[in-house]
């Protein structure tokens, strides 16, 4: 059985699945997915039981295996796996940037693919953070390149920037103080920028001093013929003079192809060392290889010799795949013969110019081949230069594969950066040389031979010999020294060293370095020996040959100096064998070792005779720290010897290279010493020894051997023994100063020599017066060992009257700047180590009297230089020392700030002194922040105030001054006020330090501190927030008795600005960055906020002074989203109230006496009332404020009005307007970004009427002229002159001046009442006119001309006044106007905007915009509405559900009372027009409706009734919008018999028109006329006004309805009156018609005769007032004004017809939804010879041209005949292709002609094209269709008066009575607008120009003329009669498949001159259900 045990381990209880785990069908287990968090409880042998984290609710077991266990932290009771600070904060980083990278994306930015890479990068690293495989020195890197990759994307995103240590660390910001922080945020700008400019830049950003350079070499592999092991010698040259640079690294190449030391397999690598800027500065810097041979004299070449040699492991020529790791082992190798027959012998050599790879800025590392050449019958170094100078080098088969690595730094900084790359003893080749910094513990003894060349004449031999040179190092004895050659880095010592051999060359040159290293005990006694041999190329004969040479030279000269540098010609003696006495191993030692030393002689010993020919030639390079080439620094060295050459020794010191110095530094110091302390005329060298002194100083203080400073102090503090050297070194240095100021004779002219000796002396002196001072120091503290400090006070004196005599030198007049200014710089080195021996306070005195003691101009940059370093001394950290020294130091950095020098040095001073403070470890630095803060503070403040923002300097000047704040505590205020207090700057301080904090947080102005650097501005706020809670207490104690508003206002001003700023604003921020800010810094708003209402309460009897001028600031402050922000706040605003309630009326801004007499009470609360209004506009309309705001201040506020006794009425009305005000200011900045214009509209309507209620003028006004922006941005000309006028109300006729809140930003200049309103009305009057109310605009003329004319007298302006009212009544009569359409809009549902919700509204459409477009346009504006199918009122399910509902329907304007007075009389009809439908409030739509009750046949006139409905809206239209709520509405019922009255009101209206029209203009088509008169007088199958006296004028009808009687007499009176006008109608037709049209005249005169006779017996005859020879009362017109109704051309169909038996879908069917801009139709503009031609929709812009110009068409007669044009719906560019579209052949197709409307709806203006009005319901004839025959058979029928259908010359009229069945369709039947008249011309933009005439024509011309009934509405429609002309037409392209549209085409004569507007388009069939 398992026993369970609960984890108890840490590590035990957190894992994650590493795989899936799905058992569900066994008992107890969990269910895991890979990446599961789990929480384990308990565990068993294999089992865990736990829960996954996400689903703690369940829980079981699961196997141990499955689960990788983690290290885990438990934050907010969340389990999160423990990772390093770096994981943790990329992981925040990359969620956080997650979502700000889909927005990129989302929107396209640029930024988003790097962003993108960064993350993908930042991904990676983490994971290679996470996995634990990286060395620590990959961590750091890893880590480092994060946290740029971090910091440069928060960079790119605009996020903040965080600030970091070195490591890359988050910084602690909160540890260290603002100065600190401040320059830490400068560090990361300037990381953030370098890791912008370097992004791909390898390795750390670090950046140490590094002065050597490093090249790392790894051998690849090397491609040659092989035959014999040979050795590879690698250097670095230098190509100008032909030398090597570096030692050589040794790889031993084996025949087989590999290392043939083990060690080298796989590892042939060497760090070339120590080179310095200027060799890196060498032109030519080349990687050379020498290739020497080893074995026999003769290569013999082979056929299978040839092979590819290289490592085992380097199988590939390049090395770029291989780990960087496996580029590093290290190797040692050895050379050994076992005495074979080895020769070495050159094989070749290879090189390649490094210059191109180690002259880039960058580390590099890369791959380069060697080209390598054979050497052949040259010698290796000819062969070099021919390779040097070879232009042919890609041609050469041979090369050699190496890796270069460039590397700075030391080696011992390459160890630490670059351990994976020496993580083995990698070989180190050094320069031949010194390095450019020699470091104090490189020790080195090397001696760097050559063997150049030789010359060796010929004794026995015929032949050249092939010489060999073997040297080797021997001891006094002749012994050999064993291992002290090196042949290179890699290969191990060695004895002897044995040169290439060359064949048969007597003169050779070798050119061969090695190294020689010597131990320095053995140097002296060492020296070199060379033997030379003959090598023969027999092996045998080679093993007897012996040397035939031998040279030497000694390593050691007899002066004590080493063997000089250069080269040295070695004197050869010839080695006889029977005589050399080989047991006397040194003998040579004897003889001259060079030619120089011969001298001619030829010298000789037993076996050793001079050869006088041969010479030898070598050169010498001596790289060594301890031994010497100089004789003068060997002398000194023995001045104890040569105390004769002493002085000589001293002065020759100066001309010792420095490199001799520093080797000896320690041992010529002792020397100096000695002499000082020991010699014996110390007038004479004392002060050779002191300059000698300094002149090592000197020495070692230059640049290249600055680190042997560090020996220097070691030497002092260490090494140094002269414990009576101060007495000495102190006097000699009173006497250098005494020297120098002592007054000197002046030249002839007053001026000084020039400098003197002694100046000169003092200037070295005082240069290097710090190490003089620390040899003087040392001496006496070791002397006061020694003694027990004796004589104390005795060395105190002498070091004070050294002391003074400084201070004396600074006062002495003579020119000793440069030693004032040396002073200045060592004074705080000097200080700093007299603190061992001297009392500090006395120092500290000392120092403030030499500083005091310079001139106020002297030296200012040298003596700030020395504050400044004396702040970072020990001295200055011990508190009663910076006590004396810090106000001294503040005070010169007062003066300065304030004379504007050496700004940013006392920037820097005061930086590193508040940096100091902050320590813990300085002691008390309370009275240091109390001295900084009454000398420094204030001129800081007014210094960074007045400073620009854009200077550099302000951010350090701000963090100075916020670093003093920080430290200030309340003693500290206490202490600063009452010193301010006393001295009367008190008040003064308090505004500046208040206005600074305002500036600096405030957003007008420039930023201190650029926005993203969040850490410093919280800190910043941090600060201000401490300093703002002192200063309420100063306020408040100082400035309340008495009171001073000044500074009460910028104490409110100041902290509502801080607390309102935007980084305080939480809400504002991202999760990740409030979570820090929060964590950091805490919410400091709620202090801020109760510190503001605290202080307002203390203002008690003061509170009046602040009431107007606080409410926005405090009205800000409470906007703040903070709910206890907001509750401690807006108490506030109840105060205010009362404070101006109850203050005096007498006494401004007081309570005033009111506290003892009531009646003086102010009583209202006016002034805050206005405030409120205006400041709650502008806040909220800047996005602050919400709903829960709004509903919080009115809880507070209406709990506080109902419990107060006064103000429980007035202030709760006030809090209920306020709150209705917020409402619709929210609502307003809600929708103002809607893009539904009407919505932005309405609410700037809705807060313009709260506005006006409340009467607050300059709300008022703005408002007005936001509402006619918003007009004018969408050519709403007319609304936005009406929207003016509310404004011109304002303003009275006279010169009153204007006050502030009536002004107008558009006039500013105007400065009257009557300026302004004259101005407004000019501006009114252009949009009137360019919306062409020109009526409007001469009403605004007559007001003008009065005052023109009544009032100012100024007649020149009246005179040009009334040409422009004269312009305008022109403008009236004779051009185009449209008059807009109105629709009925209904918002049903909760989907909408608040004020639109189930609401009704009476719009305004635009310019010709029909029905159908008005519906697209809404639903475009709405996208989520649906547009409801009929007019029944919808039920709650629609009403209160939450989508959106908009029904629309056309309504007619019913024209008000006041125009009656148009009736019966004879005026131009464009002049009644303008009344008919504008000004109107009143409108009305009919619907069919039938009356169950009555019986009868349902086509009986008698049944047709219609519901109509009339609507009331709140305002005229048009007004300031273009549509208004409906505010009431009236529906009533027309009966038939009311109908027919007004059907023959409009008939006899229309008769008696056309009469005028005719007899006023001859020149009017007849074609009109012919039409209505032969519609009334046969009417044909319709019956007239016959039905009329069948139905109503019967004695049935009257018994039935006697209510009728009088309708039925007002019925016959009108059928008696219609008689005389048709009389004087078919006269008048008599006098135009044509000869064509004469059987037309006689046709109609007898019809007209039958019904003159049937009438007048009925009804009697009635006379007309109108005659025909009376033109004087006919108004003559214009042709150009000839009703459209007239013209052939432009008889349309309606849309609906109410009687119709056949009826199509109601139009709102096919309505597009949504309607979007339509695309051009492709068949506009077209004309075809044999069929009409397909033109524009009228709501698709042609060219006017076209339109102008109709085409034209010969029939069969050969007449000219007008060209119909067809109108065509557009496409939409996202719609399927067209489908077929068909009317219904061959049935009746009930249409209405549009019908003149009567005088006040007739349209004489431009044609224009209807909508098809389609029936939702299908309507069904009571009898069977007709044929063809039948048709014809009826139209040629006899006329009939009831029924006016007969046709003439094909020009139908056809109208109908009967009502439609389908009452609930969206269309209504008293259609009285211009649309109905004629439809508008195509707007003036060109049409396509496309060629049709491809196009396959199928044209059926089936006549299908149907009489009926049209409806007219109660504006007297008259009707006309038509034949309509079905023309089916089919076309088919590539574009389109198939088209088929049914064009009714209007047949008969027509005006040729006149323009034809396209044809309506076509009805759908009724059988469609829907056309897109």
Partial sequence: MSVWSDCNAKQAEFGIAKCNFDQETKPHRLNLDVGDAVIILKETTHWYYGYRQKAKETRGIFPKSYIHLCEYNIVNGEFCIQRTDIVEEITKVLLEWGSIA???????????????????????????????????????????????????????????????????????????????????????????????????????????????????????????????????????????????????????????????????????????????????????????????????????????????????????????????????????????????????????????????????????????????????????????????????????????????????????????????????????????????????????????????SGEFARIAKTSEKNVEVSVCVANEQGYLMPGVLSIGAGHQPIDEYKSVVYYHDDKPKWQETFKIHVPIEDFKQCHLRFVLKHRSSNEQKDRTEKPFGLSYVRLMQANGTTITQGQHILAVYKIDHKKYDKTVANSYLELPSTVAELQGAKPSISGLTLLPKDQLSIGVNLCSTKLTQSVSLLGLLNWSAHKETLEQSLNALSTVPGEEVVKFLQDILDALFNILVENDHPEKYDQLVFMSIIHLIETVSDLKYQHFLTVLDVYINESFSFTLAYTKLMDVLQKNISDAITPKEKSADGNDLEESVEVRRLYKTTRYLHYVMKFVIRSRVLYAEMNCNTDYLDFATRLQELLRMFIDMIGCPSNLLKSEGALLKNLHIIATDLMQVFDQVRLSVSIVEILEKFPPRRLTQSKMGCIKDFVETKLFTLPKCRAILLPVFCKHIKDHLESKEEIAECINIMNNILKLLFRSDVGSTHNDIRDIMIILFRTVMKAAHALDRDTGLVGKFFAIMLGILQRMDAHHYEYFVKDLHQRGELKHFVIEILLVFEELVSPHQKAVFPRDWMDMIMHQNTVILGALKHLTVVITDYFL????????????????????????????????????????????????????????????????????????????????????????????????????????????????????????????????????IEKLDILIGAGKGDAEYKILFETIMMERCAAHNTLNVDGTAFVQMVTRLMDKLLEYRFIIQDESKENRMACTFSLLQFYSEVDLKEMYIRYVYKLCAL???????????????????????????????????????????????????????????????????????????RQYEEEIFDYLKLAELLNRMAMFYEKIIKELRHNSEYFRVCFYGRGFPRFLQNRVYIFRGKEYERHSDFCARMLVQHPQAELMQTLEAPGEDITMSDGQYIQVNKVEPIMGQAFTKFNDKIINNEIVKY???????????????????????????????????????????????????????????????????????????????????????????????SMKLNGIVDPAVMGGFAKYEEAFLTEEYLEQNPEDKELVEELKELIANQIPLLDLAIQLHRMRAPESLKALQEHLESCFADMQTHVELRYGRKSCDLKIERDTVVMRRPNSFLPPLFDGS??????????????????????????????????????????????????????????????????????????????????????????????????????????????SNSSLSGPKTPDPHVLTEELTPKRPLRSEMEKERRLSRPASIATPTATIKNFPDTRSLSESSNRNSVETTDSTSEEDIRPPPLPAKARDSTDFTSLSQNMDWTPNGYAMLSTITNSSISSMSTTSTLTKTSISNTTYEYLETTNYSLVGAVDGNKPRPPTPPPKPSRHSKHIP
Avoid at 1751 to 1779: A, C, F, I
């Fill in 1041 to 1172: 008795c008495p009171f001073e508003k000044q500074i009460w206002s910028n104490f409110f001003q100041c902290s509502i600005a801080f607390l309102v700023q935007s980084p305080l604003q939480l809400n504002d921020f991202n999760d990740n960055k409030r979570q820090i800010v929060f964590a950091r810094y805490r919410d400091i708003r709620k202090d801020t906020a109760m510190e503001i209402r605290k202080m307002w309460f203390q203002l008690g009897q003061h509170k009046p002074k602040f009431v107007p001028q606080l409410v926005e600031p405090i009205l800000e402050m409470s906007m703040i989203p903070e709910k206890e922000l907001r509750q401690e706040t807006i108490p506030i605003f109840f105060d205010m109230m009362q404070c101006e309630y109850y203050s005096s009326r007498l006494e401004q801004e007081s309570y005033g006496d009111t506290k003892f007499n009531n009646a003086n009470y102010k009583a209202n609360f006016s002034d805050f009332k206005t405030a409120m």
């Fill in 1690 to 1799: 432009n008889n349309r169909h309606s849309e609906t017809s109410m009687g119709s038996s056949d009826s199509g879908l109601s139009k709102s069917t096919f309505l597009p939804r949504p309607q979007t801009n339509s695309i051009k139709n492709p068949f506009s503009g077209l004309s075809f010879n044999t069929r009409p031609s397909l033109g524009h929709s009228p709501s698709i812009k042609s060219n006017k041209s076209k339109d102008k110009t109709p085409g034209k068409r010969r029939n069969k007669d050969g007449k000219v005949k007008e060209r119909e044009v067809h109108s065509m719906s557009s496409s939409q560019w996202y719609t399927p292709p067209l489908s077929t579209i068909t009317s219904t052949p061959e049935k009746e197709i009930n249409t209405s002609i549009a019908s003149l409307a009567s005088t």
């Fill in 102 to 452: 889909k927005n990129y994306f989302l929107t396209t930015n640029p930024s988003f693919p790097k962003i993108r890479r960064k993350m993908n990068e930042l991904n990676n690293n983490r994971a290679a953070l996470i996995s634990g495989n990286l060395p620590l020195d990959e961590v750091r890197k890893v880590k480092l390149l994060a946290t740029n990759q971090i910091d440069t994307g928060n960079k790119l995103l605009g996020l903040d920037m965080v600030v970091r240590d070195e490591s890359g660390d988050i910084l602690d910001t909160n540890a260290i103080c603002t100065t600190e922080l401040y320059e830490q945020h400068m560090h990361a700008v300037q990381r953030i920028d370098k890791a912008n400019r370097l992004s791909s830049e390898r390795g750390t950003t670090r950046t140490p001093a590094k002065y050597s350079h490093n090249i790392l070499l790894h051998v690849n592999a090397f491609v040659c013929k092989f035959q014999e092991d040979s050795d590879l010698l690698f250097t670095l040259f230098d190509g100008e003079t032909h030398k090597p640079i570096s030692e050589n690294y040794v790889v031993k190449w084996s025949r087989t192809g590999i290392a043939r030391d083990i060690d080298q397999i796989d590892n042939n690598r060497v760090l070339f060392t120590d080179l310095s800027k200027s060799d890196l500065a060498i032109p030519k810097m080349y990687l050379v290889c020498y290739a020497i041979r080893i074995g026999s004299m003769e290569f013999k070449d082979s056929a299978e010799s040839k092979r590819t040699s290289m490592s085992i492991a380097n199988s590939m020529l390049n090395a770029s795949s291989r780990k960087a790791s496996q580029l590093s082992v290290s190797s040692s190798g050895s050379s050994s013969s076992n005495g074979e027959y080895i020769i070495r012998r050159p094989f070749g050599v290879a090189c390649k110019d490094l210059t191109p790879f180690i002259n880039k800025l960058d580390d590099f590392r890369g791959n380069i081949d060697l080209p390598f050449i054979m050497c052949e019958k040259d010698t290796l170094d000819g062969t070099l230069r021919k390779l040097i100078v070879n232009k042919d080098i890609g041609k050469i088969d041979s090369k050699m594969a190496v890796t270069i690595e460039v590397l700075r730094g030391d080696i011992k900084q390459i160890k630490e950066e670059f351990p994976r790359l020496m993580h083995t003893n990698v070989p180190v080749a050094r320069k031949m040389g010194f390095p450019e910094v020699i470091l104090p513990g490189d020790v080195r003894n090397d001696l760097y031979l050559t063997i150049c």
């Fill in 1271 to 1345: 007009h004018m941005e969408f050519e709403n000309y007319t609304e936005a002159a009406f929207t003016l006028k509310l404004h011109t109300e304002l303003l009275r006729w006279t010169d009153t001046e204007l006050s502030h809140q009536l002004r107008s930003f558009r006039h500013s200049n105007c400065r009257t009442h009557r300026q302004l309103k004259e101005a407004l009305y000019f501006e009114i009057m252009e949009y009137f006119d360019k919306g062409k109310q020109w009526e409007c605009a001469i009403d605004m003329c007559r007001v003008l001309a």
């Fill in 1475 to 1569: 009344f008919t439908a504008n000004n109107v409030q009143k409108f009305q739509f009919s619907r069919p409706f039938r009356d169950s009750m009555s019986g009868g046949d349902r086509d009986d006139v008698r049944n047709l009734w219609l519901e109509r409905t009339e609507l009331l809206i709140r305002f005229p239209l048009p007004g300031i919008l273009r549509w208004f709520p409906v505010i009431d509405t009236n529906t009533f019922k027309i009966s038939p018999l009311e109908r027919a009255v007004e059907i023959m009101k409009d008939t006899n209206r229309d008769i008696r028109q056309l009469v005028i029209l005719h007899k006023s203009d001859e020149s009017l088509h007849i074609n009109p006329l």
